[in-house]
């Protein structure tokens, strides 16, 4: 059985989202996609076909943490090539 369980994040006190497409080669698909899900900030990662290989949902409390998450976990992350990424319009708030 799979359960599959849908929330409000700004409840939680994480208004802020944003979806992250990673590219990064074939050989480092595992061991980014392992090392994304040991992230706080990561809520969903998933494997993926097309342009990028990995889509990434990141949940935080303001655009500041936001960058501090782009600039900091992400950015070091060896093997993780580039990224795009779409913000939420969900939390106007900062």
Sequence with gaps: MYVDAEYDTAVLGFPKKAMLWI???????????????GHDEV???????????????????????????????LGRLEGGGTWRRRPSCAGSSS
């Design 23 to 37: 590219t990064t080669s074939p050989g480092a698909l595992d061991s980014v996609g392992r090392t994304l899900a």
């Design 43 to 73: 809520a969903f990662a998933s494997a993926t076909a097309g342009p990028s290989q990995i889509v990434a949902t990141v949940v935080v409390r303001d655009t500041a943490a936001l960058y501090a998450y782009l600039s900091g976990p």
